[in-house]
């Protein structure tokens, strides 16, 4: 029976820097399919999966629009939606969200990896 890393917090980096972009990459050790996008909406953190569970699309490149109070945002690449908070989609799909926190001015990110906003050194062997 395989279990999954457990998530933990992970700083990604100071509010006034983080605060300044509406969406930003979130690179993870674990890879491309890891990554996870950061957004900031209306005075507000979100973090979900940066490619959409659709078929990978780049979420961070997305059109991010409120609607009913649902701040959501669309993949640019077939328009699927995901609400930035629950991550469900007005299709069947569903993208996985990361919880967020705020502490002594700094961002964190509940996730099974470490982040980071530079991209990690690839691996050789690959």
Do not use: N
Not at 38 to 56: I, P, T
Not at 71 to 83: A, G, I, K, S, T
Request: aromatic letters at 10%; one cysteine or more; charged letters at 25%.
């Amino acid at each position: 029976h395989f279990a999954p890393e457990r998530a933990s917090w992970r700083l990604i980096g100071p509010v006034t820097g983080l605060s300044t972009q509406r969406c930003r990459l979130v690179y993870s050790s674990l890879g491309h399919s890891a990554d996870v996008c950061l957004f900031y909406v209306k005075d507000e953190f979100f973090a979900m999966d940066a490619r959409c569970a659709h078929s990978g699309g780049p979420l961070c490149e997305g059109d991010i629009e409120e609607a009913d109070g649902v701040l959501q945002v669309f993949c640019p690449w077939h328009d699927y939606d995901f609400d930035l908070r629950t991550g469900r989609s007005g299709t069947s799909l569903q993208q996985k969200v990361h919880e967020v926190k705020l502490e002594d001015g700094s961002v964190y990110v509940k996730h099974a990896s470490r982040l980071s906003l530079r991209p990690f050194p690839v691996d050789p062997k690959s």
